[in-house]
């Protein structure tokens, strides 16, 4: 056999074996083997506050949404359009924090190992709840912006059948961007080391992770961050423009200072949320933005579900009334 022959079949059979070792790596890579969420590992001081703080915040969770849900469903007085979107919000975010806070405080106090299946759920749920909660505040703004720009008509427009349609629109857009967006996140070709620099799974930090292409999951992230994000909260802003002119109009205080308090807590909320989801879906792409972005994400995922229903509680008065009547105590009929 000629030394050239015998040469070109040596590299070519090592040419083979270099792409059999690198098609494998891909496979490896991709394969479902578990990750590291590295979270706040840099600051192991700081984890131990956090564990202190994100156990509390649960509890609230668990204690102040329940109860949202119950007075909703026991007290007639609270049977509105307005009561049944909060009593879905509630139940949302009590999913939503169980869905990840149990893995979050056992990564903050041991080990910081997720496996692959554990991952795929978190961020299933992650995305679908996260989804339905900007559809469901958008919601609440138009059937905010009923009640005071239109009261004559309330209670023809938003009627029983039309909120349960347009809760279960924003439940089922919900699973429908958690469907799209989940399966070719984790399909992405992940580097070898698989530490995923964030406290959960999520889009943007498991985009990172990836040794491969891109371009197609960071255009899906765009796109869906317009649709889901930018656009309800231009439709919210556009619902309050028109309820602040309304409310204006109004000759009385005291019709405008009520007016306003039927929206308050609503907007409150708004604005906690969208300020914390902005901050880490719309960031820009930098290692202090990322470590930053942790720390609105920890308050978008674990401070906002808790402050939700204190909000709704301390703020409003139909609320607190139906709590006192709850627990056996006469109520002021004013």
């Not at 056999?1 to 040469?7: G, R, Y």
């Not at 149990?102 to 992650?126: E, R």
């Not at 909120?163 to 070898?192: D, E």
Request: net charge positive.
């Amino acid at each position: 056999m000629p030394a050239s022959h015998h040469q070109y079949l040596v590299r070519g059979g090592e040419g083979e074996k270099e792409k059999g070792l690198k098609e494998e790596t891909l496979v490896n890579q991709s394969s479902p083997v578990g990750f590291l969420l590295l979270g706040f590992s840099e600051h192991p001081g700081l984890e131990k506050i956090l564990f202190v703080v994100v156990v509390t915040s649960y509890l609230l969770t668990l204690v102040g949404n329940t109860l949202i849900i119950l007075l909703s469903v026991l007290d007639p007085r609270l049977h509105s359009p307005m009561y049944f979107f909060l009593s879905n919000l509630s139940f949302l975010d009590l999913c939503f924090t169980t869905s990840f806070v149990p893995q979050m405080l056992f990564n903050l106090w041991g080990p910081k190992t997720i496996s692959f299946l554990g991952c795929f759920v978190q961020l299933f749920i992650f995305l679908l709840l996260g989804t339905t909660e900007c559809i469901l505040l958008t919601v609440m703004a138009f059937d905010r912006y009923v009640a005071v720009c239109q009261p004559l008509h309330y209670a023809t427009v938003i009627h029983p059948r039309l909120c349960r349609q347009l809760a279960a629109v924003a439940w089922v857009m919900g699973l429908a961007q958690s469907i799209v967006q989940t399966p070719p996140t984790l399909r992405l070709p992940f580097c070898p080391h698989r530490q995923i620099d964030d406290f959960l799974c999520e889009v943007p930090s498991l985009i990172l992770l990836s040794c491969g292409d891109t371009t197609y999951n960071e255009i899906q992230l765009a796109v869906s961050s317009v649709i889901f994000l930018v656009v309800p909260l231009t439709l919210i802003l556009i619902s309050y423009g028109t309820i602040a002119r309304a409310v204006l109009r109004i000759n009385s205080a005291k019709g405008r200072k009520k007016a306003f308090g039927t929206c308050s807590s609503h907007l409150m909320v708004v604005i906690i949320f969208y300020s914390s989801v902005i901050a880490v879906y719309l960031q820009p792409k930098n290692p202090n933005a990322q470590e930053r972005g942790k720390f609105f994400g920890l308050f978008y995922a674990v401070g906002t579900p808790s402050l939700n229903p204190l909000i709704y509680t301390l703020r409003n008065k139909e609320v607190k009334k139906a709590l006192l009547r709850l627990l056996g105590k006469d109520v002021d009929p004013k």
